[in-house]
């Protein structure tokens, strides 16, 4: 059983930062992908960042230039550093991580989530 455990959310003024970390236990093997999505009230939720465990990274379109994902895959965490932040950001993080496993099945794991709230 793989558990993602986030830390880093928080309260910031606009255009302010924060850095987001979430730490996966338990194995993930090598063919992944760690991501945050996010849900803000009465939305769904969105894909902010992805990495691979190659490292390429994607954005969603509201956060590119703003947010970089990074990762240490000897820890197996991964990082979302915010920077710029705007109120549109505030919402609940959630840090996911999909797998594949040693019989070939994809697997994923949610983090509980953590609340980032921007002030104007």
């Known amino acids: 059983q793989v558990q993602l455990v986030e830390s880093g959310g928080g309260l910031v003024q606009a255009g302010g930062s924060l850095r987001l970390s979430c730490a996966a236990s338990?194995?993930?093997?090598?063919?992944?992908?760690m991501g945050w999505y996010r849900q803000a009230p009465g939305k769904q939720r969105e894909l902010v960042a992805a990495?691979?465990?190659?490292?390429?990274?994607n954005y969603a379109g509201s956060v590119k230039g703003r947010f970089t994902i990074s990762r240490d895959n000897a820890k197996n965490t991964v990082y979302l550093q915010m920077n710029s932040l705007k109120p549109e950001d505030t919402a609940v993080y959630y840090c996911n991580a999909d797998w594949v496993d040693d019989t070939e099945s994809y697997r994923a794991s949610w983090g509980q989530g953590t609340q980032v709230t921007v002030l104007e």
């Open positions: 338990g194995s993930i093997f090598s063919r992944n992908v």
């Open positions: 990495i691979t465990s190659g490292g390429s990274a």
